[in-house]
């Protein structure tokens, strides 16, 4: 018989980060980065289960070490630059389908750091109220992009949009961003994701970094520190 349960968590986690390498896992603060987001979501208390999708054994087995409750190797031809996390996403629930019988999915990508309780709990509560939507948090751009400027290595700067080159940051509308840390979805909207309603929940933007290279990296480290020594996180 299979076990029922209702919300989920996958952490999508493979090996091949380009630019910093071996992402995933790399020491942040003492801990495999992982381990941080993976901190959050159990003490959120929101999952019956915490499951890591990887290719790679050692990503696996750290992730076992660190106390995942399921581990999925996932096939390498899921793990390339041009998978898209809905097609692992997919794969996941239909090897979880085999064994359980769930609700809800929550997509939380690992090199996220920052994430916070309080926001899996608000996107949950939209869930709840709107079964057929996906919902994530976004912040906004911190200058209107109206005002974007292309740049050359000569130096040579111009406005993208010279419509708006004159135009007063104040007089121009905020726009916003998904800032990729989790997405919150029915297990039923994960599997047709073309027919759900998106919503964003908003957060400030020092929660949203992207970790691209070892600059930001090493930032994301400083400001991690700052904040739980003076308890802004957790």
């Known amino acids: 018989m299979k076990k029922k349960s209702i ?36 003490k959120s208390k929101l999952f019956d289960k915490i499951i890591i999708s990887s290719e ?18 996932r096939p390498k031809k899921l793990a390339n630059d041009y998978v898209s996390t809905e097609d692992v996403i997919k794969h996941a629930i239909k090897e979880l389908e085999k064994k359980y019988i769930f609700n809800n999915v929550c997509c939380i990508y690992p090199c996220n750091p920052f994430i916070q309780i309080k926001d899996l709990k608000t996107s949950l509560g939209r869930l709840k109220k709107n079964r057929n939507t996906y919902v994530f948090p976004i912040t906004n751009f911190s200058h209107p992009i109206e005002r974007a400027l292309s740049y ?39 599997l047709n994701l073309n027919n759900a309603a998106r919503e964003g929940i908003r957060i400030p933007n020092w929660r949203a970094i992207d970790i691209d290279n070892l600059d930001d990296w090493n930032r994301a480290e400083l400001m991690f520190k700052f904040m739980r020594k003076n308890k802004k996180i957790y």
């Open 152 to 190: 050359k290595k000569s130096g040579e700067i111009k406005n993208i949009n010279k419509r708006f080159a004159k135009t007063r940051t104040q007089d121009l509308k905020v726009k916003f961003y998904d800032v990729g840390q989790f997405y919150f979805s029915s297990k039923k909207t994960w």
């Open 7 to 42: 919300n989920f968590a996958i952490f999508p986690a493979r090996i091949g980060s380009k630019r910093v390498k071996r992402k995933n896992i790399k020491l942040f603060n003492t801990k495999p980065m992982i381990a941080w987001a993976f901190q959050t979501a159990a």
């Open 56 to 73: 790679n054994d050692e990503v696996l087995k750290i992730a076992g070490k660190i106390g995942f409750d399921i581990l999925i190797k």
